[in-house]
């Protein structure tokens, strides 16, 4: 069993930074792909990005490309959102997600009801707001 605590978020001005932390409870091997998502109020779970297994793949949703890096460390089993420019439409709760790869990680990883993430952390809440 994976369990997928998220940490880091917090109360930011736009422009600034946040730097969000997946640390997994249990082996976060590299035979799991990792999504990261948000959820606003009264909106749907937005898939922000996620990296393949092996690190050596990711895809980002539109609106933080180029401004959102992740990236993975299986040696510390944690996964990290950096999370550059923040604008207050990134206010959210963060989720991280876990899947057991079947090794054909494509943008579908960015559909959370698709891909078939089996496990879920409790979320962080990121707040951007002058």
């Known amino acids: 069993q994976l369990q997928l605590v998220e940490s880091g978020g917090g109360l930011v001005q736009p422009g600034g930074s946040l730097r969000l932390s997946c640390a997994a409870a249990g082996f976060l091997d590299d035979y799991h792909d990792i999504g990261w998502f948000r959820q606003a109020p009264g909106k749907e779970r937005e898939g922000v990005s996620c990296i393949s297994a092996s690190g050596r793949s990711t895809h980002y949703g539109d609106s933080v490309k180029g401004r959102f890096t992740i990236s993975r460390d299986n040696s510390r089993n944690t996964v990290i959102l950096q999370m550059n420019s923040l604008k207050p439409e990134d206010t959210a709760v963060y989720y991280c997600?876990?899947?057991?790869?079947?090794?054909?990680?494509?943008?579908?990883?960015?559909?959370?009801?698709?891909?078939?993430?089996?496990?879920w952390g409790q979320g962080t809440q990121v707040t951007v707001s002058s």
């Open positions: 997600a876990a899947k057991r790869t079947d090794f054909l990680f494509s943008d579908s990883c960015l559909e959370p009801s698709q891909y078939g993430y089996q496990y």
